[in-house]
């Protein structure tokens, strides 16, 4: 959300997704931070496509 809100970048929003897969404290399963940073990937490649 904040990053198709423009808060942070997308690769701000992949690298606190990194961070997340790092912590032994989360949570949240790896598959679904990997299935959200795919997600976030797809995105960044389509506006940079776009951009260019």
């Not at 809100?5 to 997340?20: F, P, Q, R, V």
């Not at 931070?33 to 260019?52: G, S, T, V």
Request: hydrophobic share 45%; with cysteine; charged share 25%.
């Amino acid at each position: 959300m904040l990053a198709s809100d423009s808060i942070i970048t997308y690769k701000e929003a992949m690298n606190a997704c990194a961070l997340l897969k790092i912590c032994k404290d989360t949570r949240i399963p790896i598959e679904s931070i990997d299935d959200f940073m795919n997600k976030l990937m797809y995105k960044y490649l389509l506006i940079e496509n776009i951009l260019q």
